[in-house]
């Protein structure tokens, strides 16, 4: 916090209110009142930097078990300012690694520096801002201090082109805090102090959205003292404060160099916590490590805010399994889970264990995890599984049989193009049957086989396209069984089960790999569900005869589809694939019409007309909006309605009549199309509120 100038202004006002009246502003007191707290104030709290210690990279003096016993919580500086910018505070990552070993709560501020007409810079610092504390597991909330903007004048009393007007300044910290809200879902707390505010705060903006953290120096309340004339409350910005800097002058023993008396302390209600995350584990689930009756492998992994130390493992009536102190790295959960650093080393996070074949039974199970936090504390979680087996194997391209895998393996290759030609699957030890059946190109889905014999073909090099897989007798009362497979052009489809397809249909493409699951009956799916099986469907024969339009797109990696007519969707739904270029003609109407696409590093295109082809061929450029209009008699007695499909949107809003349809300044795709033509004047198809969407500047 920049303490001289708060320091100054403060003596000024104490000077001028132990006088009578503020002098210097040649008005009458006239004091108003104070502003009261958002909350009960009886939090101790300090804010530390650098210049609270002896200035090191190495070490830090400060004696935080001893600080624990005199405040509730620590600010602590993370960016500083000098005269090349900002740089990270050299205590920082210091203070905040012993505030967290001795369970101290702990929180980060951010010394703005605001630049004039220049928004992206304030996203830039937020996320600068946003990338230091995401480490770390703080627990208060973040704040942005708001006290500087360069002067009004210059050295040589010109005005100065850098300072920022009240509503452009309004305008940047807002944007640093959207900014810094998108990447960590947290509001800001705003500190500052009342004359800053009054000279440089814009009252029309609705400051009261974040928190405050008011600087006022030897007053027994912030605003006590001010002149209602010279900053009525109406200039205050807030009408309640949830934390104060009381003095910058006071002292710790926990701070050796605050003895003589140069240490920020505050007062706060505790709405400057953040509410603590709950503890989080999952269980990836027992595996088989070995593919014949191998050891079992318990694999999870574990989130508390002070850390993870331990993890204990018991099953059923609380029988051991195991313990670990082994917490590894699990990026993926780091990623997913702890993007915002609420978690200590949220990284490390990863568990496993591994037990002998045989040593749990074939039946259910329920394991219970205790995990050991670092602040001691204990969390537990239980799951229920089974300990049953599904065995299966896959004939590769080139490769032949590969060697069975069980429950959850990969069964095929991967990023090798390889065609999956023939499967197996049988159960182990487990009562009851399975039977399954794949479709095979040229063949179409062939009979059901079951318990090990081959379903596809052998030395006919024909690619599997989709699969059945179904259990029978006493499996199929106690289990699902849940298949996925990796398709041609699609990646990993979700999850199918009990029969159903996975896959695809009319693309041609080839199954690459596949993966099988056995769970308890009714038990959650291990994953999405929602596109198990893609199905290109032939559009309906066209009717020469009748008055249509008449459309078809060319798609990524498709091709040329069919043309579809009057409302049928041309282009694809759920693969993300790029629309390439479009044909539009009118069948047995008088008149013509005509089309112009936006297209990826090209822009809008000339008009077309009457089926020629807008966009590109061979170049896989998106279209990214499209504008369509009628002609001659058509367009005296018929309107032209159309919709699109957009990456990131979906479906949005009907256009008419050469309006625009899609988005522009996004770079988003279209996927599909639909298109009416509908009597003159006749109600739209369906809403036209957005129809095309435009990126803000």
């Given at each position: 916090?920049?303490?001289?100038?708060?320091?100054?202004?403060?003596?000024?006002?104490?000077?001028?209110?132990?006088?009578?009246?503020?002098?210097?502003?040649?008005?009458?007191?006239?004091?108003?009142?104070?502003?009261?707290?958002?909350?009960?104030?009886?939090?101790?709290?300090?804010?530390?930097?650098?210049?609270?210690?002896?200035?090191?990279?190495?070490?830090?003096?400060?004696d935080?078990?001893?600080?624990?016993?005199?405040?509730?919580?620590?600010y602590?500086?993370?960016?500083?300012?000098?005269?090349?910018?900002?740089?990270?505070?050299?205590?920082?990552?210091?203070?905040?690694?012993?505030?967290?070993?001795?369970?101290?709560?702990?929180?980060?501020?951010?010394?703005?520096?605001?630049?004039?007409?220049?928004?992206?810079?304030?996203?830039?610092?937020?996320?600068?801002?946003?990338?230091?504390?995401?480490?770390?597991?703080?627990?208060?909330?973040?704040?942005?201090?708001?006290?500087?903007?360069p002067?009004?004048?210059?050295?040589?009393?010109?005005?100065?082109?850098?300072?920022?007007?009240?509503?452009?300044?309004?305008?940047?910290?807002?944007?640093?805090?959207?900014?810094?809200?998108?990447?960590?879902?947290?509001?800001?707390?705003?500190?500052?102090?009342?004359?800053?505010?009054?000279?440089?705060?814009?009252?029309?903006?609705?400051?009261?959205?974040?928190?405050?953290?008011?600087?006022?120096?030897d007053?027994?309340?912030p605003?006590?003292g001010?002149?209602?004339?010279?900053?009525?409350?109406?200039?205050w910005?807030?009408?309640?404060?949830?934390?104060?800097?009381?003095?910058?002058?006071?002292?710790?023993?926990?701070?050796?160099?605050?003895?003589?008396?140069?240490?920020?302390?505050?007062?706060a209600?505790?709405?400057?916590?953040?509410?603590?995350?709950?503890?989080?584990?999952?269980?990836?689930?027992?595996?088989?490590?070995?593919l014949?009756?191998?050891?079992?492998?318990?694999?999870?992994?574990?989130?508390?805010?002070?850390?993870?130390?331990?993890?204990?493992?018991?099953y059923?009536?609380?029988?051991?399994?195991g313990?670990?102190?082994?917490?590894?790295?699990?990026?993926?959960?780091?990623?997913?889970?702890n993007?915002?650093?609420?978690?200590?080393?949220g990284?490390?996070?990863?568990f496993?264990?591994?037990?002998?074949?045989?040593?749990?039974?074939?039946?259910?199970?329920?394991?219970?995890?205790?995990?050991?936090?670092?602040?001691?504390?204990?969390?537990?979680?239980?799951?229920?599984?089974?300990?049953?087996q599904?065995?299966?194997?896959?004939?590769?391209?080139?490769?032949?049989?590969?060697?069975?895998?069980?429950?959850?393996?990969?069964?095929?290759t991967?990023?090798?193009?390889?065609r999956?030609?023939?499967?197996?699957?049988?159960?182990?030890?487990?009562?009851?049957?399975i039977?399954?059946?794949?479709?095979?190109?040229?063949?179409?889905?062939?009979?059901?086989?079951?318990?090990g014999?081959?379903?596809?073909?052998?030395?006919?090099?024909?690619?599997?396209?989709?699969?059945?897989?179904?259990?029978?007798?006493?499996?199929a009362?106690?289990?699902?069984?849940?298949?996925?497979?990796?398709?041609?052009?699609?990646?990993?489809?979700?999850?199918?089960?009990?029969?159903?397809?996975?896959?695809?249909?009319?693309?041609?493409?080839?199954?690459?790999?596949?993966e099988?699951?056995?769970?308890?009956?009714?038990?959650?799916?291990?994953?999405?569900?929602?596109?198990?099986?893609?199905?290109?469907?032939?559009?309906?024969?066209?009717?020469?005869?009748?008055?249509?339009?008449?459309?078809?797109?060319?798609?990524?990696?498709?091709?040329?589809?069919?043309?579809?007519?009057?409302?049928?969707?041309?282009?694809?739904?759920?693969?993300?694939?790029?629309?390439?270029?479009?044909?539009?003609?009118?069948?047995?109407?008088?008149?013509?019409?005509?089309?112009?696409?936006?297209?990826?590093?090209?822009?809008?295109?000339?008009?077309?007309a009457?089926?020629?082809?807008?966009?590109?061929?061979?170049q896989?450029?998106?279209?990214?909006?499209?504008?369509i209009?009628?002609?001659?008699?058509?367009?005296?007695?018929?309107?032209?309605?159309?919709?699109?499909?957009?990456?990131?949107?979906?479906?949005?809003?009907?256009?008419?009549?050469g309006?625009?349809?899609?988005?522009?300044?996004?770079?988003?795709?279209?996927?599909?199309i639909?298109?009416?033509?509908?009597?003159?004047?006749?109600?739209?198809?369906g809403?036209?509120?957005?129809?095309?969407?435009?990126?803000?500047?």
């Amino acid at each position: 916090m920049n303490k001289s100038i708060k320091t100054l202004i403060s003596l000024l006002l104490t000077i001028m209110t132990a006088c009578g009246s503020f002098a210097y502003f040649n008005v009458n007191v006239n004091a108003a009142t104070i502003m009261p707290s958002a909350g009960e104030a009886n939090l101790k709290v300090v804010d530390i930097s650098q210049w609270n210690d002896s200035v090191t990279t190495n070490t830090d003096d400060i004696d935080f078990s001893l600080l624990k016993t005199q405040v509730d919580a620590v600010y602590i500086r993370s960016y500083g300012r000098n005269d090349t910018g900002t740089y990270v505070d050299w205590q920082a990552v210091n203070f905040a690694r012993s505030a967290q070993e001795v369970n101290l709560k702990y929180g980060f501020y951010y010394y703005y520096i605001p630049k004039k007409d220049d928004l992206e810079d304030a996203r830039q610092q937020a996320k600068t801002y946003y990338s230091f504390i995401k480490n770390f597991a703080y627990s208060c909330v973040p704040v942005l201090d708001v006290e500087y903007n360069p002067p009004a004048l210059d050295e040589n009393g010109e005005p100065n082109p850098e300072h920022l007007s009240k509503a452009q300044l309004a305008a940047s910290v807002k944007a640093f805090a959207d900014e810094f809200k998108s990447l960590s879902g947290f509001d800001l707390m705003i500190y500052s102090y009342p004359n800053f505010i009054k000279n440089n705060f814009d009252t029309s903006f609705p400051w009261n959205q974040y928190k405050l953290w008011i600087a006022h120096y030897d007053v027994p309340a912030p605003m006590y003292g001010i002149s209602s004339t010279w900053m009525p409350e109406s200039s205050w910005c807030w009408s309640r404060w949830d934390m104060w800097q009381y003095t910058s002058e006071g002292t710790l023993t926990s701070v050796p160099n605050s003895a003589s008396g140069h240490l920020d302390l505050n007062t706060a209600t505790d709405n400057i916590f953040l509410s603590t995350p709950i503890a989080l584990s999952s269980l990836d689930s027992p595996s088989s490590t070995e593919l014949n009756g191998g050891d079992i492998t318990i694999r999870g992994w574990a989130l508390s805010h002070s850390g993870v130390d331990r993890v204990d493992v018991y099953y059923d009536d609380f029988l051991w399994v195991g313990s670990t102190s082994d917490i590894y790295e699990r990026p993926d959960v780091q990623e997913s889970v702890n993007s915002n650093g609420r978690y200590n080393d949220g990284l490390h996070s990863g568990f496993s264990l591994t037990v002998e074949a045989g040593f749990f039974s074939n039946d259910k199970h329920t394991l219970r995890v205790a995990v050991i936090n670092r602040n001691g504390t204990v969390n537990w979680f239980t799951y229920d599984f089974t300990y049953a087996q599904v065995e299966y194997q896959s004939h590769v391209q080139d490769v032949g049989w590969q060697d069975w895998v069980r429950d959850g393996d990969v069964s095929g290759t991967s990023g090798q193009s390889k065609r999956l030609e023939a499967m197996r699957f049988q159960l182990v030890d487990l009562a009851g049957g399975i039977e399954y059946r794949t479709h095979v190109q040229d063949i179409g889905w062939m009979p059901w086989v079951a318990n090990g014999a081959l379903s596809g073909t052998s030395g006919q090099s024909k690619r599997l396209e989709a699969i059945q897989i179904r259990l029978t007798g006493e499996a199929a009362d106690d289990y699902d069984i849940y298949y996925r497979v990796h398709a041609e052009n699609n990646g990993w489809l979700d999850w199918a089960k009990n029969g159903e397809s996975s896959g695809t249909a009319g693309y041609s493409y080839r199954l690459e790999a596949i993966e099988v699951k056995l769970v308890p009956k009714n038990a959650a799916a291990p994953g999405p569900t929602t596109r198990a099986f893609v199905e290109r469907i032939a559009p309906a024969p066209i009717d020469p005869s009748v008055q249509k339009v008449v459309y078809k797109t060319h798609v990524q990696d498709v091709g040329w589809q069919d043309y579809v007519t009057s409302g049928d969707v041309s282009g694809t739904s759920g693969q993300s694939k790029r629309l390439e270029a479009i044909q539009i003609k009118l069948t047995n109407i008088a008149g013509g019409i005509e089309y112009s696409t936006h297209v990826q590093d090209v822009g809008w295109m000339d008009y077309v007309a009457n089926d020629a082809l807008s966009g590109t061929s061979g170049q896989s450029k998106r279209l990214e909006a499209i504008r369509i209009r009628l002609t001659g008699a058509a367009a005296e007695r018929l309107d032209v309605y159309y919709c699109v499909h957009a990456q990131n949107m979906g479906w949005l809003d009907w256009a008419k009549n050469g309006e625009a349809a899609g988005t522009a300044g996004y770079s988003y795709r279209l996927e599909a199309i639909k298109i009416v033509i509908v009597a003159k004047g006749s109600p739209a198809p369906g809403s036209t509120a957005t129809s095309f969407r435009q990126a803000p500047a």
